[in-house]
């Protein structure tokens, strides 16, 4: 009896309850149409036609459908129920919705699923149902309205009624009725809204840190070019002294972050250089000047102006593991520039490469420096030296070191702002790299490196041990800025310069120091430090420095030890042990 109420139970009134279930339950089982495998659900149409019993079935299903459309004539407020009773027995999936939303039941589609499929042929006019909104009902159950499965059409005459029955229902309803079904008192639907899209990713824009310009840094402390007395040092150097410390500096600003102290993020982009430091204003007497450390002397005493001593002391500095000198020059046409010139000839043939240590910025010569006469000397070495295939150069860019900086002429603005100015007239374009000495990192806003000239003096002896803190502060600025920067490790055999005061010199005065070689045991601790540190260049302090008695140079006293000495610690610098 369940198949005989398939359209009946969804309508108000059924006149033919009776006679369409009696006629219904005599059909015998085999007679009805059988599921299909391919389509579980509905039954297949082509049985219906091949069974008597069938289009029996649909004569009445179209007087039933005749029956309706009266209804719809006749009945005002029971038409849009008969609508959806016929949508449901039409077996399409818009009745079938439509049925729902009448019914407000979602228990009402599985029987009419159960009557054989008829798809009509006629859409020409769309139904009332096949252009609604939908409602609040359908909505909130979308999962009950069947997906429809394969359908076919019907050829029977009983498919002709059907579909001229369906197309008048569909016109008149089309003119007399809204194109939406909803329940009564059910509040009209809202215009559909979009789905609501995942909340958008939130944007961080992260700006590179650029460490800002020191208008005045902490100048170098008084009485020594490199002392570090303890209230002298900058705010990024005030943490207790250790060993071998390694705190994040704090005058640089903060990483993303914290590098590794001893890590060298780019050091392989690095050839590693040996560098001495080179003085060229020695005369024949000067050996025996009361200035000279602890009385001691060259083996072969010489003349900085002789180009024959200057292509020895070449010849000893490459068996020695130095691939160039870092040579002082205090201003074009003066002495040290024309030694310079020199020592480039001296070098020729070789692949040794050798730059300035600039000092422009503090000769006591005329005119005095100013901002104005010191970027005209940095032109010069640029455009008199950096052609040469003996001035040094790294990755296609000329080199230049740099001393005390700290005493640049200034109008005011601080130091760092003042070789901004004059590094803006020489090289904006940051065409070569420039080597600052000092304790300040805050100069890596200009330069291109740092290194530490005097890691030995009367207070803090053992200053070298510093050097993985000052590493760590050069590595961080390169974080920071986003800009390579290279980190020169200090190494020397001892230091005594008793005997410096009884001359003037251009040195600022500081307390006396002397610092024992120990028979070498000191250079290799400066080294072992260096080491730690993962410098990028080693800088030796020095070939030739016979004031503060820091000389690698065969001396009376010490032989060649100290040229040897050299030796053995570049080629483990550059990885031959």
Not at 172 to 178: D, L, V, Y
Request: with cysteine; glycine share 8%; charged share 15%.
């Amino acid at each position: 009896m369940a198949r005989g109420r398939t359209v009946c139970h969804v309508l108000p009134i059924c006149p033919f309850d009776g006679v369409y279930s009696a006629l219904i339950a005599s059909l015998p089982e085999a007679s009805l149409p059988q599921p299909s495998q391919d389509a579980p659900s509905r039954p297949t149409a082509p049985e219906v036609g091949r069974s008597q019993r069938g289009a029996l079935t649909l004569t009445i299903f179209a007087s039933s459908i005749l029956f309706l459309a009266l209804l719809t004539w006749l009945g005002g407020s029971s038409g849009a129920a008969t609508a959806s009773a016929v949508g449901a027995a039409s077996g399409g999936p818009e009745g079938s919705s439509a049925a729902l939303s009448a019914t407000a039941s979602p228990t009402a589609l599985p029987s009419a699923t159960s009557l054989p499929t008829v798809t009509p042929t006629s859409t020409g006019t769309p139904s009332a149902t096949a252009t609604r909104t939908p409602s609040a009902t359908a909505t909130a159950t979308p999962s009950a309205t069947p997906t429809p499965g394969p359908t076919a059409t019907a050829t029977s005459p009983a498919q002709a009624e059907i579909d001229a029955a369906l197309a008048r229902i569909a016109t008149e309803q089309a003119s007399t009725r809204e194109p939406h079904l909803s329940l009564a008192g059910s509040p009209e639907p809202a215009a559909a809204q979009p789905p609501a899209s995942q909340p958008a990713a939130t944007a961080v824009l992260t700006l590179e840190a650029t460490p800002e310009v020191t208008t005045s840094p902490a100048p170098e402390p008084a009485g020594a070019t490199t002392a570090e007395p303890a209230t002298a040092e900058p705010s990024a150097m005030n943490t207790p002294e250790a060993a071998t410390p390694e705190p994040s500096p704090t005058l640089a600003p903060e990483p993303t972050s914290p590098p590794s102290p001893t890590a060298a993020p780019a050091a392989s982009q690095w050839p590693r250089l040996v560098l001495g430091n080179y003085f060229v204003w020695y005369d024949s007497s000067s050996w025996d000047g009361c200035n000279i450390s602890n009385g001691d002397r060259p083996l072969q005493p010489y003349s900085s102006d002789d180009a024959g001593a200057i292509a020895r002391q070449v010849h000893m500095a490459i068996g020695a593991g130095l691939d160039g000198f870092t040579s002082h020059w205090f201003a074009p046409g003066e002495r040290t520039d024309q030694n310079f010139a020199k020592l480039l000839a001296a070098s020729q043939g070789t692949g040794f490469q050798s730059t300035v240590m600039f000092l422009r910025h503090i000769w006591p010569g005329s005119p005095a420096p100013s901002e104005q006469n010191v970027a005209e000397a940095l032109s010069y070495i640029m455009n008199t030296y950096s052609g040469s295939p003996n001035f040094l150069h790294v990755q296609g860019k000329p080199v230049i070191f740099f001393t005390d900086v700290y005493r640049v002429p200034q109008a005011g603005e601080g130091a760092v702002q003042a070789w901004a100015n004059i590094r803006a007239q020489v090289d904006p374009g940051y065409n070569a790299i420039w080597i600052a000495e000092g304790l300040d990192p805050s100069y890596l806003a200009v330069f291109d490196g740092l290194y530490v000239y005097k890691v030995t003096h009367a207070a803090y002896p053992n200053d070298y041990l510093k050097d993985s803190r000052w590493a760590a502060q050069v590595r961080q600025w390169a974080q920071n800025t986003g800009r390579p920067k290279l980190w020169i490790a200090t190494i020397v055999p001892g230091y005594d310069d008793l005997r410096a005061g009884c001359k003037p010199d251009v040195r600022v005065p500081s307390q006396p120091h002397k610092q024992d070689r120990q028979d070498g045991a000191f250079y290799q601790a400066t080294f072992d430090a260096a080491m730690q540190s993962n410098p990028d260049w080693l800088f030796v302090q020095s070939f030739n420095e016979w004031v503060e008695g820091t000389y690698i140079e065969p001396s009376v006293q010490y032989g060649d030890k100290y040229l040897s000495l050299t030796g053995a610690l570049a080629q483990q610098f550059k990885g031959g042990h």
